[in-house]
Every structure is written in C-alpha cells, then in structure tokens.
C-alpha cells in the first residue's frame, strides 16, 4: 500500500486506491523498499515517480514538473541536474507553479492566434514561406479549424481518447500456423498475396531455433505514412489511435508506403478478387452513410453486421477497391461496435484464440485491465526477478562487478525500429530479430499456399509473381486492343 | 548556307520557322504525335484495367517496388524543367549575353519539361479522377506535413513564374516584329498584346529581372535542390535516400539534364533553320564547357556517396551501396558520364577536339546516364529498406512496355509542344539579334 502518497491532486487513470503506477501496488512497494536502501529521501522519489507519470501523460507540463521539484532536489542532492530548458533561472519559478509556464505565455502570445493564422492559411497557395511555417505548426494543430472530412495524424491526447488500441504480441507462443493470417483474410477479403497479417519465419545468428516475427500494421502514434499523406485519406483516428486509410479519399499516390518503414501496406493494383457484393455492408454510398446522424448510422450499421465503415461513415474497413491503398485495420467495425464481434476484439487474435496458441493480445493499452496489459504484467511477473536471478551464483564475489540489479524484469521486449521514432503500439514478447537474421521461406512449418479461406482466394507469401502473372495477362490483352 | 562566317543573326533569321514550314517538319510532328498517340492508348489502357498493367509491386512481403519508372521519369523531367530556367535567370540576371540567344528556349523547354512532369503524376496516381478534389480539400492542412503536398506546390508555382516570365518578354517581341508574322494568328498575337504600349518595355524589363532573380534565390533552397529531393532524403527508413546529400546531387542532376537539353534544341534548329551564324561553335562551345562543370558535380557528389556507404558504414546503407555499385544500370550511367567528361575535358585542353555533333552525342549521353540514375535510385531505395528481413522475398523490378512507353510518349509530347511553339512565336529573343537590325527593311515583305 502507498500510504505515503498524501498527495490530493487529482488524479491520474492509472491510479487505483492502492498504486498510482500501471504495474499495481506490489511492484511499487518493490520500488519504496529500493529506494529505502539508499540514502536518499524515498518520499520525494516516490511523490516524483507518481508525477513522472502524470508528465508522460500529458496532464502535467515539463515546467511543471520542474518547478515543483527544484528546490527540493537541490535540498537532497544539493544540485538540479535534470535537462530542461537553458534558461530555466530567469524563469520565475513560483508563477510556473501555480500555472503552466507554456500557458502563461499562450495568454500572451496566442490572443491573435486564431486570426493570425487563418490569414497566413489564405496566403499559402501563393507564397512559399509556409515551409517554416508548416514545420512549425505541424505540432500545434487547433482541432476547431479543422473541418470534419479532415482528419488529423495523432491520436488525442491521453485524457481526451476514449481507447488506444494495440497489440502484445507473445512471439515466444507463435509456432508459425499463420492461423491469424487466414483470420485476417477471411474477415476483410483481401487478395490473393495482400497479406495484411504477415508471418516471417527467420534464422537468426546467435539461435538454432526457428524463429517467427507476427508482423501486422503497427499502428503508429507517430505514423509515418499518415504525416505524408498529401490528401489525408491516411489518417490517425482521433479517438482510439487507429492508423486508416479513407478509401473514398486516396489518390493512389502510395506515398504512405513508401514512408512506412514496416512493409506494411498493400495497393490495390487491378480488380479486388472479392467483389463488393460479397463484403457485409450497408447498401448505401459513403456520402449517404456519412449524411446520416450519428444514432442512426449506428443502428443501420449494427443491423447491417456492416464490416465496411467505422462509425464516421468513413470507408476505411475490409479490403480496398482498385487504386488505392490498403492495410491491417485493427478491425475498426468491431470496435465501434456495430458487428456480431465484440468491440476490443480483433480477427487474427481470434484465429490464434481458436487455434490455442493466444499469442496475440489486443486492447486498449491506455487501460491497466486491458488483455495485452495484464498479459504483459502476468508474463513479467512469471520471468524471474532480477535478483532472484543473481542469488543463484553460488558465489557473487568471484565477478568483479556483481549484475546490477535492474528496475524491469528480465523478460525480453521490444518495439520494432523503435528508433525510427513511429511509436508503434505493438509490442514484442521474445528476441529481437538481429541485424543479419534472413527470413527462411523453405522452413515455414505451414505455407502460405496452404492456406485456405471463406472466400476461395489463393493466398501466397510473394505478391510480386502474382502481380506479375496479372500484368502478362493484360498485357496479352493490350496488344489485341492496338489492332482493334 | 555558305556564308554563314560573314552573316550577321538578324531578325528576319528568328522569324523564319513562323513563316516557312517544310515537309521535315511535318514528318518530324506526324512521328512524334504517331509515337504520343500509341502512349496516350496505353495510358488508356492502365486506366481501365489499373496499374497492375505494371510491373511495380508492393514493397515488403510483396517483393516488389511500389515506385519505379514513373517516379524516376517525374524527377528527371523535374529536373531538365528547374535546370532550364535556373539557365534563362542567369542569362537574364549575370548579362552573359554570348547565350542569350538560348535564353528562350531554355523558358520553353523548361514549360515542356513541366508539363510532362504533371503528367507523370497523374499518371502514376491510381486514382487520377480525384487529384482535384482530394488534394485540395486538405491542401491547407497537408502542406504541414507532405512532401508530396510541397512538390505540387513549388511546381504549380515555378509553372506559373515561368509562364509569366515568357508571357512578359514575348510581348516586347511580338509589338516589334507584329507587321512581319503571318495575319492568320493575329487574334493569338492580340491576346499576347492587351494593353501594350512601348512604355512598359523598361518595366517589364525590371519585373523580368525581379522574376530571375526569384528564381535563381529559390532554385536551390526549394526546387531540385530541396522540395523535389525531400520526398526521398526526409524518409529515414530507406537508406538509399536518406541523407542531406540529396538536396546538391538532385541539383546537379537538374542542371546537367538542362544543359543537354538546350544544347540538343540548340543543334536541331541550327541544322533546320541555317542558324550556324547564332548558334555559333563559340556558344555551343560554351554551353559544353557548362555541361563538363556540372557533369563533374554530379560525379563528385556520387563518390560522395559511395564512400559512405562503403567505410564504415552502417549494415544497411553498406547493403544498399553494394547493390548499387553492382548493377549494370549504375555502371552504365558512370560510365557514360566519364567519357562525357573525357570528351569535355579534352576539347578545352584542345579546341580542335570539339564539334557540335560530339557535343550532342555528349548531351544525349548525359541524358540517358541522368535518367538511368534516377529511376535505379528510386527503385534501390524501396529495394533495400531498413527493416532487413524482406530481403529473401524474391522480387525483382524492370518497367514493363505500359511504363516505357510513357518514356517515349512524354518525349514525343515535349517535341510537339516545342513544334507548335516555333510555328507561333519566335523561339530566340528578338534582343539577342538587335544589334544587327540594320537590313530590316529590305527584309520585310
């Protein structure tokens, strides 16, 4: 229990009665006692860890958190060395206190904001300065002067999102059955080699075991393919972080694939082979689905067990129509609840359900109780601690620097290029594939070709051939319409 | 023409394509507009089945490049279109009046070039009905943050600075020559005149310097050497683009692209209009000279680049550097540049060596080794990405006859534009021959 946590700020979600940390009440007391070791004040640390939080949040700015703790950091350790801003010592720190130091100066400076900008937007067409300008702006977007059919490319921040939807993906159960990539297919009728749900089996160098990487479309917060969008067809939705794509939008330019560092997307080159008809939608034009107030779309989609649009009426769900762009949804229909699925659900962690192997876990990952977060506390939990680890040397003197002990568990995580700056929000349980590990096609346990599906689509690992087997057929095609 | 030392240039020289057509000009737009024609049945022809008429492909597990020709050609005809203007401003800007009678066409090949650079986009979009509406719709908020978005653009923007550019120096040439040029286009040249009076000629003057001087500022910070280089150099998860060398090279590229270009306009109507005594050897010469400087540019800036791959490098962009070094498209396009330089490098050494016809050669050389480089760049970038573990997914990229004969289509296209336009308007400024405007009168009929 945190009794000491005597703070009545308001509160952060993650704060339950007993812990304001995501990892529960155990693990903070695992903390206090560390910290009761050293030297230092555990009451400051612990009132600083419950902030820390909050600040990566967003409910708490960095000059906040600065000033509030300044000048008893300089009490215990007699000097503040936390990076922040150069000039923090002409600052005033007591009116940083009380308000945001940012919102202080937004008093100011952004009273002609609104007008300002506005008129620099007219401007843009003709002039060129708004590349700085643009650089500028990207990151501070008034949502109010957006219309409605543009959509944005970050989720909301925390406190105003309802969801944000993500994976932990245990590739340490993954035996490579690609129950999940069949899933995926029979739930939004993509063609043959579009395999929005990909699995690599790979060799690694280090490891004679075979290895397999679940690579759906991560779903970046910081979404790389959303930002170059040049029509924002490719958007983050706002509410819940889903990274879609409006197919009644895109141009087709595949500028989002190009920028994805994942491999993710997959264009609609010629005709889908499951025809429209066949998809579960509403029978209408996107235009009337949108028109619709927002109770009765809802329950003309929910009646239609519409697996097609999201709630915004927005055509972004099941496979796209030619020309343009498609990918791994995360089941947006299911999650504004209007199929028989339920929401929080997605198809390929069905199929991986139903085959026993429950190695994908999605949920919202804003929530502590969600499916991927008390998986992921419950796999570290089961890992052994880093210090029973260290007792099992039966003699610690004999290494000159005895392991240090370590704040997280020993169980391997992690994001994929992560330091590409995406903020994916799937995560990996198990080893990292390395820097020269090669995919090996001829050990997949189970071939893609195998596979079979509701629509009777063949389904294959290398898109490319079949493309091209597409192109040589209409190119057959080509000639005979010269002559005509 | 066998006089051609003693003639001096003079008007009647420049309006000599307006009035007399000969049947070479006739077979030349019959084969370019036979050869736009098969392309534009092809291009229909994507448009009804897709482009899976291609041979692109999805990048990743597809095994494929989702960008290739296209792009490729889109860049290279960027580039010739930025190079020529960058050409013309200076000429304007620096008095370097030896090439002032390559000024104009410089301008027209430039409005050309950019066409063909719009069409490339329209025809590489998979769904080319909604590049009004979509762009526009977010135009206000995706200028924040696309790149495509800034290329659009700076090229709407440069197509309407050079249009404005022709229009304004077109009008003094036009008052000047009007009674000589045929009556049948006078509506055009009265559209060309609206509101002219010969007090605007020193303003107009003024404006066209304050035009080239725009140009020549921004041409490096935002054309070749910026907007159209940061679609690729500002994705950092394709190590064949990443990096700031980009913006210089792309620059290169541009001008040495251009060059070629002006000096092959320069070489055919020289030979169809006996204009030895304008387009001189001193002139052709120079612009050759020109050509070697940015050809060494471009040379230079690509061992850059393979030096950085190579030492050192990271396991990624060592990958992609290898790949590159070993294609035959890439050596092709080195090698073609080294003799270019040799032949460059050897008629300064020894004017005997130059001949106009070597420096076409050269300029088609150039040409070919530019476009080869850039469609191999956009191909290796999607080929060798960061994220490794696609390299065993087999796949392969070579444009398919859909793609080429958009090459060939465009070119053709460019060609008639720049037909029609020596039919309309002079293509060589009228002040590049005044100071010879003594035999006037008699010239005139």
Redesign the interface.
Known sequence: MSADDTNDESKHPYETEDSFHPLGAEWEDQMRDELEDTEFDADLGMEMARDAQRLVAGELSEEEFYAEYHEDIEDEFEVDERPVFDDIDDVDLDAAEDESMLESLTDVDFENEDTSRREMMKKMGAGAAFLGYGAYATYDQDDEQIPENVSGIRPADKDEREHRWGMVIDLERCDGCLSCVTGCINENGTSTGANWMYVFTYDDEDTDQQNFLVRPCQHCSNAPCAKVCPVRARHVRSKDGLVLTDYEICIGCRYCQVACPYGVNYFQWGEPDVPMSDLENLEMRPEEVRSLDEEERHKKLSEANDHVYDERGRWTDSRPPKGVMGKCTMCPSRQDGHTDNPKGTVACQDACDEAGMSAIHFGDLDDPESRPNTYLERRQEVEESPKEKSEKFEDAEDYEQPPAPHPVSQLPTFKLLEDLNTEPNVTYIGNQPGANATETPEERPVPYESLSNDWGVKVVAERKEHLDYGARANGGLEEGEGEA | MATKEQKEPEPADIIRPILNTSKWWYIGFGAAAAVALVWL??FG?QLQ????????????????V??GLYIGAFIWWVGIAHGGIILSAAVRLFGMTKYQPVARMAELLTLSALAMAGLYIVV?????D??VT??V??????????????D???IT?YFVMTATYIGLTLRYDTYQLRDRLPDILSPLYSVVLIGYSEKEDEVIERMVWWLALGIIV?APL?LHGGVIPWLFSL????PGWDGAIQGPQFLSIALTSALSGVIILAYSTRIAYDWDHIFTDRVVRGLTNWLGIFSLMFVWLQLQQVINGLFAAH?RPEVVMTAKLANPVYQMAIGIMAVVLAYIFAQAVKPSVFSQTRSLIASFGVLIATLSEKILFVYEG?AY????????????YTP???ELSSLAGTVALCAIIFMVILKLFPVIELHAVEGHDDHDEEVSS
């Open positions: 049945a092809a022809f089945e897709g482009l899976i008429v291609t041979n692109l492909a999805d990048w990743g597990s597809g095994g494929g989702t960008w590489h979009m998979g769904r080319p909604r590049l979509s762009v719709n977010a135009y206000p908020w995706t200028v924040q943050t696309s790149p495509l978005a800034w659009v653009t700076v923007l921004m935002l994705i950092p998860s394709m396991v999607l990405p960061q994220f490794g573990l696609y390299d065993q997914v087999p796949g392969h398919s006859l859909v």
